[in-house]
């Protein structure tokens, strides 16, 4: 049990190669369409979705051809027709690995 000496583990965010290319081209294609300070925005938003996903790693759903790995789908806006990100994660001992972050226009199919 957590105690004020002994405070609960922060679960941490692995990334893998693949995750790190996607997330340098999210935030290029962000700063050269919608400009410098959108692209932080988004990339601050992204980096809150990984942090609760690693708190909470059973909100995404099991990828059925990939059992061991899960799929999360953040969206700023959460209407049904908003586009989005899909973070592709398995759980680890210390937290979440991120494999992949598409855009839910791209059929990931090809990159997991």
Do not use: C
């Not at 049904?80 to 226009?105: M, V």
Request: proline share 4%.
């Amino acid at each position: 049990m957590a105690t004020e000496d002994n405070p609960p583990k922060q679960r941490i965010v692995h990334h893998t190669a693949g995750s790190r290319f996607d997330l340098i081209s999210v935030y290029q294609y962000n700063e050269v369409t919608y400009g410098k300070e959108h692209a932080e925005r988004y990339l601050d938003f992204i980096d809150g979705q990984l942090s609760f996903l690693a708190e909470h790693p059973a909100a995404g759903h099991i990828v059925e051809q990939h059992p061991s790995i899960r799929v999360y789908t953040a969206k700023v806006r959460q209407r049904r027709a908003a586009n989005g990100h899909r973070i592709f994660y398995r759980l680890i001992p210390e937290g979440i690995e991120i494999i992949r972050i598409l855009h839910t226009a791209m059929n990931w199919t090809g990159y997991i």
